[in-house]
Structure formats: structure tokens, C-alpha cells
């Protein structure tokens, strides 16, 4: 019986073996990491608006004045002496509390949005996703390809070359 449970064993580990090398042997193509690069360089393009979209609910709320009250609120935010000592306004507090609303929500908007990328097999697809990922695991070289061609994209689509 121990003779069967071994042989079973050495089996399932040489198919194991054997998988992860059909694995490792799948090649990745140009047109799938053009595409992982254009989905990573979208994602940061997609947080870089949300951000200035912060920057200018802050700079533009009239309630609030501008960056420096935001930066005075935010230094006694939590604490009510602190508000209670920069004379903080219940509309104040309304404004404050929307931007940091706004911005609690932006790590998951940036998620669904990289995410809604993944799952669009004519974007990306999550087959291609999961390859490149553990294609990058491999071989570094392959990151240091996608960081380059990821900055070609962001370079273009400054130009004005279109929508990466």
C-alpha cells in the first residue's frame, strides 16, 4: 500500500512539474504587452485627473477658501479643541467633509476603473492580465519593457496623439 501512495505521489509531482513548465513556456506577445502597458498607463492617466479633480474642489471651494484653511482644517481635523480653536464653521466642516468623502472614494474608483479594464478582453482580458503578471514574475526584463513602453504611451498622449 505504501508502494501505490508513493507511486502516486511521484505521479501527481512529475505532472506538477510538467504544468508548471507548459506554464513557464507560454510566451507572451508584443500585442499582449502593448496592451498591459496601455492599461497601466491608462490607470495612472485615470488617478492623475481624479487628483487634479481633488486639487481643484480645494482650490475652488469658496466655502473654504482655498488649499491654505483646507491644510488649517485638516492639521485639527478629528480633534475638537483644535477645530474649535481655528473658529471652524459648520459649512466649513460640510466642504471638508465632502472633499474628504471625495477622496476616500478615489482608491476605489482607480481599482473599478483598472479592474473594468482587466475584465474587457478587447482592452485587456484577465487571461492576458494574469500571463503578463506572472510572465513579469519571471522575467524582469519584461517589467523593465512594459515600465518603457508605459512612458512612450504617457509621452503621447501629452503630445496629443490621441487617446492611449
Same mark, same amino acid.
Given at each position: 500500500?505504501?508502494?501505490?501512495?508513493?507511486?502516486?505521489?511521484?505521479?501527481?509531482?512529475?505532472?506538477?512539474?510538467?504544468?508548471?513548465?507548459?506554464?513557464?513556456?507560454?510566451?507572451?506577445?508584443?500585442?499582449?504587452?502593448?496592451?498591459?502597458?496601455?492599461?497601466?498607463?491608462?490607470?495612472?492617466?485615470?488617478?492623475?485627473?481624479?487628483?487634479?479633480?481633488?486639487?481643484?474642489?480645494?482650490?475652488?471651494?469658496?466655502?473654504?477658501?482655498?488649499?491654505?484653511?483646507?491644510?488649517?482644517?485638516?492639521?485639527?481635523?478629528?480633534?475638537?479643541?483644535?477645530?474649535?480653536?481655528?473658529?471652524?464653521?459648520?459649512?466649513?466642516?460640510?466642504?471638508?467633509?465632502?472633499?474628504?468623502?471625495?477622496?476616500?472614494?478615489?482608491?476605489?474608483?482607480?481599482?473599478?476603473?483598472?479592474?473594468?479594464?482587466?475584465?474587457?478582453?478587447?482592452?485587456?482580458?484577465?487571461?492576458?492580465?494574469?500571463?503578463?503578471? #506572472?510572465?513579469?514574475?519571471?522575467?524582469?526584463?519584461?517589467?523593465? #519593457?512594459?515600465?518603457?513602453?508605459?512612458?512612450?504611451?504617457?509621452?503621447?498622449?501629452?503630445?496629443?496623439?490621441?487617446?492611449?
Amino acid at each position: 500500500m505504501k508502494k501505490v501512495f508513493l507511486l502516486a505521489f511521484l505521479f501527481m509531482g512529475i505532472m506538477s512539474v510538467k504544468s508548471v513548465a507548459q506554464e513557464a513556456a507560454e510566451e507572451v506577445t508584443e500585442e499582449e504587452i502593448l496592451k498591459f502597458a496601455t492599461m497601466e498607463e491608462s490607470v495612472a492617466n485615470f488617478l492623475a485627473e481624479k487628483q487634479e479633480e481633488l486639487v481643484e474642489m480645494i482650490k475652488g471651494d469658496s466655502t473654504l477658501g482655498g488649499a491654505a484653511r483646507y491644510n488649517e482644517i485638516k492639521g485639527a481635523w478629528g480633534d475638537d479643541t483644535k477645530l474649535a480653536e481655528i473658529n471652524i464653521t459648520e459649512e466649513e466642516k460640510a466642504a471638508f467633509q465632502k472633499i474628504q468623502d471625495f477622496m476616500d472614494s478615489l482608491g476605489e474608483s482607480v481599482k473599478n476603473y483598472k479592474i473594468d479594464f482587466i475584465k474587457d478582453a478587447e482592452k485587456l482580458g484577465a487571461g492576458t492580465y494574469n500571463k503578463i503578471m #506572472k510572465a513579469k514574475s519571471a522575467d524582469p526584463s519584461l517589467n523593465e #519593457k512594459i515600465n518603457s513602453l508605459i512612458s512612450e504611451l504617457g509621452k503621447k498622449r501629452e503630445e496629443g496623439e490621441g487617446n492611449v
